[in-house]
Nanobody, 124 residues
Framework: QVQLVESGGGLVQAGGSLRLSCAASGRTFSSYTMGWFRQGPGKERDFVAYIGWSGGSTYYADSVKGRFTISRDNAKNAVYLQMNDLKPEDTAVYYC?????????????????WGQGTQVTVSS
């Protein structure tokens, strides 16, 4: 099992940057595919990005491609989401998730473990 705790959210102006972190517990962290999802007000939880167990495989939603970068440090049991050129439509609660699986995991049902979320608010 793995427990996840996100941090790094906050209020930022449009065009600004934030770096989200997700700290994971558990000795098998490096075996999990890690993902980031987000849920805006009144919206469903949407896929943002994922990274494979080794860090060599990443995939992004079209809406964030070229602006967001997912990375992981298996030695620190951590995954990150660097968010640049933020837009008001990026405002959401961002969730870190872990999946005991490989492949193109873009659906929330693919992930069995979730953090509590961190709020990101982008002002115009």
């Amino acid at each position: 099992q793995v427990q996840l705790v996100e941090s790094g959210g906050g209020l930022v102006q449009a065009g600004g940057s934030l770096r989200l972190s997700c700290a994971a517990s558990g000795r098998t962290f490096s075996s999990y595919t890690m993902g980031w999802f987000r849920q805006g007000p009144g919206k469903e939880r949407d896929f943002v990005a994922y990274i494979g167990w080794s860090g060599g495989s990443t995939y992004y939603a079209d809406s964030v491609k070229g602006r967001f970068t997912i990375s992981r440090d298996n030695a620190k049991n951590a995954v990150y989401l660097q968010m640049n050129d933020l837009k008001p439509e990026d405002t959401a609660v961002y969730y870190c998730a872990a999946a005991w699986a490989a492949g193109r995991l873009t659906r929330s049902v693919n992930y069995g473990y979730w953090g509590q979320g961190t709020q990101v608010t982008v002002s115009s």
